[in-house]
């Protein structure tokens, strides 16, 4: 009797997952690129959208990344 409760109490066992060891640089490359590209749009923002660079007319965009820009040490006034 014991070994019938013991025997539907048991944890079932899980197949053995694989993990693999590395990731082909090929699917790699495409997003690590695509970050890259939208690191140095948002440093450009934040550390040279102002005066002779400007892309946009006003300080519009100098108001919204001003904080961000004492925090990373860019002086803006």
Request: with cysteine.
């Amino acid at each position: 009797m014991a070994e019938a409760i013991a025997a539907s109490t048991a944890v079932p066992s899980t197949p053995a997952v694989t993990v693999p060891v590395s990731l082909p640089l090929r699917s790699v490359l495409p997003w690590a690129l695509f970050g890259g590209l939208l690191m140095l749009v948002a440093l450009y923002f934040v550390g040279a959208e102002q005066g002779a660079t400007s892309v946009f007319a006003g300080s519009d965009v100098h108001e919204w990344v001003h904080d961000g820009r004492h925090l990373l040490g860019f002086p803006c006034h």
